[in-house]
């Protein structure tokens, strides 16, 4: 039911270091806690992380990432059986633990360009398959914001990711794209790809839009503190709503699912 409304993916990090929310849902009760509340709220999606992606981000190695992820991801599926889960992750191996313990999508910020065999993983279990635009990893990603012209850089590397999913097998009806908000892009970046979603929507897929809270909404609004920045946030959502984007990833489901029940009534009905 792509484009019917605003769908709105909710996110869960189970890491001591993420930007937003570091630490908060680190322990299984937490995290089960505020399952419930996204659910309760409105959510579509959880999207499950257990590997920080902000910039500068130590990486933690597969084995780490499958201990914090597995048992609270077989806890979220056993108490909450019908809520869509997906997994955030930039490894194959994960992945794969991922969909055998009951995550339904995968949504890698490299978009394979980490570790190709994810394509092989997905097309294994069909399954939805976010691709983000990004360049480097953590470390570098705020090192690589030299494009030679932004918007076709991006397109152009979101469609060389698109072939070759498509050749590993991954099905056309299940890819997502996601132009990468923060990702080796500085605040004037960010703000242009807002500026042209509308040729993103031009390459033929869904689009998913990840914002919340990020560093360029606080310099935007000169706010520091990340969950002071929903405001900022929603009025992209907003945006998202009125150019009929499929899904908005964010923070604070409860203040999204409101805006976007208005917008969405404003714009889509």
């Known amino acids: 039911d792509w484009g019917r409304k605003t769908s709105i993916m909710g996110i869960l990090n189970l890491t001591p270091d993420s930007f937003s929310d570091g630490g908060d849902f680190f322990d299984l009760n937490n995290a089960l806690i505020q399952v419930e509340k996204f659910i309760n709220y409105g959510v579509d999606v959880i999207d499950i992380g257990a590997q920080s992606t902000r910039p500068g981000a130590e990486e933690v190695g597969s084995d780490i990432e499958i201990q914090r992820l597995i048992p609270i991801l077989r806890e979220v599926r056993k108490r909450f059986p019908e809520i ?107 703000i242009l790809v807002l500026k042209n979603l509308e040729k993103f929507k031009k390459l033929g897929y869904p689009l998913l839009i990840g914002a919340s809270r990020k560093r360029f909404i606080g310099e935007v609004l000169n706010i520091s503190n990340p969950k002071d920045r929903d405001i900022g946030s929603m009025a992209i959502t907003c945006l998202c709503s009125q150019l009929n984007i499929e899904i908005v990833r964010v923070h604070n489901v409860e203040l999204n699912y409101q805006i976007i029940k208005m917008a969405d009534t404003i714009f889509r009905e």
């Open 84 to 190: 869509i889960i997906s997994v955030d992750t930039f490894n194959s191996d994960v992945a794969f633990k991922a969909l055998l313990n009951g995550a339904n999508w995968i949504n890698d910020v490299t978009g394979g360009r980490r570790d190709e065999e994810i394509y092989s993983v997905v097309s294994k279990f069909d399954c939805p398959f976010v691709i983000t635009h990004s360049k480097g990893n953590s470390q570098s990603m705020n090192n690589l914001t030299s494009y030679e012209n932004l918007i076709k850089d991006i397109i152009d590397s979101l469609r060389i990711l698109i072939e070759r999913a498509l050749s590993k097998g991954v099905n056309m009806n299940k890819i997502i794209l996601d132009p990468g908000l923060g990702f080796a892009k500085n605040t004037s970046q960010n």
